[in-house]
């Protein structure tokens, strides 16, 4: 018996679709960092974490699922 259903094919979809935009923003917040003039650092920062915790969350959504997967079969 499956104790948990698995996730819709859209869910995943959406998800690494959002990995995707989500490294270009961390990218994009990475470069401005260096190449910025210096008046907007604290907001790249900011948003560097910001766009880091949802890349890390997204990501750890697609690895546990992946696993889940290839343990119930």
């Not at 859209?10 to 690494?16: A, C, E, I, V």
Request: proline letters at 4%; charged letters at 10%; glycine letters at 6%.
């Amino acid at each position: 018996m499956n104790p948990q259903p698995q996730q819709p094919r859209w869910r995943k979809t959406w998800s690494t679709v959002q990995v995707g935009l989500l490294s270009a923003a961390v990218i994009a917040c990475i470069v401005m960092l260096f190449v910025g003039d210096g008046t907007l650092n604290r907001v790249w920062a900011v948003a560097l974490v910001f766009f880091g915790i949802a890349l890390l969350g997204h990501i750890t959504f697609l690895v546990y699922t992946a696993r889940y997967e290839r343990n119930s079969r």
